[in-house]
């Protein structure tokens, strides 16, 4: 799996070659400094870390220090493994190399986006799980609309299932959404422009996987 | 909005600004390209310009009102659509507002507009 790291700028639209109108996501991606190569013999699996957007080192902590001069680059906020990437450098990926958009993604590829969803607090059954509420407005239903009903029998099983769905907080979590194509990219820019929506507020740190 | 929504948007708009300045209360004639099959054909929709939705940006549209065969038809056209062949406009209208959706009920008479002159 090859990847990068990246960042929501925002939403726009554009046209296909068929003139239909598609959504799309804007995100600023890369340039990512390899900061650990990890290799079966040493860590009993294959991996590349990425690094990505800068930090000042008065922020860093001295151990990340440390690390981060290994790979002879300046102190990252953000720090992610890749399984098994996959890219066609010679000799395969060194310590301190610079990644860009344009080594990982072409147009028409298809990515998964990870990132961290918009919290929306705790929220009700019919928000959370998309339960259909009580339905009705009369017959004795007084404040209960967006009620969950039943939770389970009172005499058999007498008690609450494990992971039954309820109310609590929702969002504010990791979330991945599958197969965005990939739309356009501008490499001076690091701009990837993705079909369809990612998760997160703009600003957002963006996971994109291949 | 952020300088690199605005390039995309600026690359999507390429073609807006080779289209004549209007506004609403002005009568546009649209040239509308339709695939039909392998076919393609232009067709044409004639008729006074409501209102102009988000302009700027990649997502605008504007919507003309025609009366066909004695119904008001609306159609919404997104401004940037390379389905669009040309716009040619007919006729300035002089009106105060920038939404015209008074027009709507209204017909005959009642729904001119003076020419700008």
């Known amino acids: 799996m090859s990847g990068i790291i990246g960042k929501k700028i925002g939403m726009t639209s ?51 220090i440390g690390h981060f001069k290994k790979a002879a680059t300046t102190p990252k906020k953000h720090v ?27 147009v028409g590829d298809y990515l998964d986006a990870i990132g961290i969803s918009k919290g929306k607090g705790f929220q009700g059954v019919v928000k959370r799980h998309g339960f259909g509420g009580v339905g009705q407005a009369t017959h004795g239903q007084h ?17 609450v299932f494990k992971g039954l769905r309820m109310a609590g907080q929702t969002g504010n979590r990791r979330a991945k ?24 507020a703009i600003n957002s740190t963006i996971i994109l996987e291949k | ?57 990649a997502g605008e549209t504007f919507t003309v009102r025609k009366i066909s065969s004695g119904i008001g038809v609306h159609r919404i056209f997104p401004i940037a659509s390379p389905n669009i062949d040309k716009i040619e406009v007919l006729r300035r209208g002089k009106v105060r507002r920038a939404r015209l959706n008074y027009l709507k009920g209204l017909q005959g008479k009642a729904a001119r507009i003076k020419e700008k002159l």
């Open chain 1, 14 to 64: 554009i046209y296909d070659e068929n003139g239909r109108n598609i959504a799309c996501t804007l995100l600023e991606a890369g340039p990512c400094i390899v900061t650990q190569v990890r290799n079966e013999e040493t860590d009993g699996y294959k991996a590349v870390q990425l690094s990505f957007e800068e930090r000042k080192e008065k922020n860093t902590p001295n151990a990340l």
């Open chain 1, 80 to 106: 992610v493994e890749f399984r098994d990437f996959r890219m066609e450098f010679e000799g395969g990926v060194k310590i301190g190399q610079e990644i860009k958009l344009e080594d990982v993604f072409i």
């Open chain 1, 143 to 159: 404040n209960r609309l967006r009620a969950p009903g039943s939770i389970g029998g009172a005499s058999y099983p007498a008690r």
């Open chain 1, 177 to 200: 959404v599958v197969n965005l194509r990939v739309l356009q990219i501008i490499p001076e820019k690091n701009l990837l422009v993705v079909s369809g929506s990612v998760p997160g």
């Open chain 2, 1 to 57: 909005m952020s300088d690199l929504i605005q390039l995309i948007d600026t690359n999507t708009r390429t073609k807006v600004s080779e289209y004549p300045a209007f506004k609403s209360g002005d009568t546009v004639n649209v040239h509308v390209r339709i695939r039909e099959g392998n076919k393609e054909r232009i067709q044409q929709f004639q008729g006074v310009v409501l209102q102009r939705k988000n302009p700027g940006t």
